[in-house]
Nanobody
Framework: QVQLAESGGGLVQAGGSLRLSCVTS????????MGWYRQAPGKQRELVAR???????WYGESAKGRFFISRDNTRNAVNLQMNSLKPEDTAVYYC???????WGQGTQVTVSS
């Protein structure tokens, strides 16, 4: 069974940066596509960024140029570096193992103006 654990959320001022990390249990990380999603209050969950097992990357429009996804196969971790944060980036951020459809518990990111 795949388990995901996110960390790195918090409160930051607009223009600041945060780095989210998601560690995956099990032996499937290296062959799995991983994604970061977010859900703001009253809104649908949206895909922020995705990275394939071979390193191919896709970004949502809101993330392009500001967020950067990476994976560390030695730690079974996928990271999301978020720069130039805006109040509209405030949301719960979730990690997902796309290959198995497993979600993490989410981590809150709050950006103050």
């Amino acid at each position: 069974q795949v388990q995901l654990a996110e960390s790195g959320g918090g409160l930051v001022q607009a223009g600041g940066s945060l780095r989210l990390s998601c560690v995956t249990s099990g032996n499937i990380f290296r062959v799995s596509e991983m994604g970061w999603y977010r859900q703001a209050p009253g809104k649908q969950r949206e895909l922020v960024a995705r990275i394939g097992s071979s390193g191919d990357i896709w970004y949502g429009e809101s993330a392009k140029g500001r967020f950067f996804i990476s994976r560390d196969n030695t730690r079974n971790a996928v990271n999301l570096q978020m720069n130039s944060l805006k109040p509209e980036d405030t949301a719960v951020y979730y990690c997902k193992c796309e290959s198995f459809g497993t979600w993490g518990q989410g981590t809150q990111v709050t950006v103050s103006s």
